[in-house]
């Protein structure tokens, strides 16, 4: 099961293999990790890079150590956080599009209100750092990728014009699950005129303060973007 780890970043390697054997579920809710000395064993590590590496996994919110018990699984749906996301994602050769399609179910929620706040709060000078973005995308040399990740940037700087720390912080999350898989997603993002014009109407609409016009504006977009992918991952019939 295991894979001996090299002596570079040993702690992080040993995260890397335990976070994956507990996320695809080949050690269950409840189940104990093999003893500390058998498992410093099998990966070829020293007991204090394992330790340091079962700490993490704590906080992670994956592992719980007791004395006299050892260390267990726990219900990381419980207990995790939404870091985790973006290691949740990987499948066996393509993306695990149950939770790609939970990640775009709640970006289309959170930049819903990522608009409307940013409608309420942005100053003269937000408005322009906006504009620049838009600027950016009318490039006629960007291919889907690039396009793809000037189309988050821009609502990564929609969220900070909104003023809101734990949506910063959220978004920093989802843009890290979303960009890992460019490529991907890029297939299923609206034509570059229709980007455009989607950020041009959002900036129409904040720099009014039309919070409810740029939500709508928002939602309709991006719900367009989910129903082409499933349509395509999942077709009917």
């Not at 821009?154 to 460019?182: D, E, G, K, P």
């Not at 939602?219 to 019939?237: H, I, M």
């Amino acid at each position: 099961m295991f894979r001996p780890v090299g002596k570079p970043r040993v702690a992080e390697e040993i995260v890397s293999q335990l976070r994956g054997l507990i996320l695809r579920g080949e050690y269950a809710v409840g189940d104990k990790l093999p003893p500390e000395r058998k498992l410093a064993e099998e990966l070829g590590v020293n007991r204090a890079s394992l330790r340091e590496a079962i700490k993490s996994l704590e906080h992670m919110g994956l592992v719980k150590t007791r004395q006299g018990d050892g260390t267990r699984v726990l219900d990381f749906m419980q207990t995790a956080g939404v870091e985790l996301v973006s290691h949740l994602i990987p499948g066996d050769g393509m993306p695990n599009l149950d939770v790609l399609t939970d990640v775009l179910d709640f970006r289309r929620w959170f930049a819903r209100e990522v608009a409307r706040l940013a409608a309420e709060r942005a100053s003269p000078e937000d408005i322009k750092k906006l504009e620049a973005i838009v600027e950016q995308a009318t490039d006629p040399q960007l291919d889907l990728n690039e396009l793809l990740k000037l189309d988050f940037e821009f609502y990564v700087a929609m969220t900070s014009v909104a003023r809101n720390r734990v949506m910063q912080l959220l978004i920093n999350t989802m843009r890290s699950a979303v960009l890992s898989y460019a490529p991907f997603f890029a297939q299923f993002n609206p034509p570059p005129p229709a980007v455009r014009k989607h950020h041009r109407d959002l900036i129409k609409a904040i720099s009014i303060k039309d919070g409810e016009g740029a939500s709508k504006i928002s939602d309709a977009y991006l719900k367009k973007g989910t129903e082409a992918f499933l349509a395509t991952v999942r077709p009917q019939g």
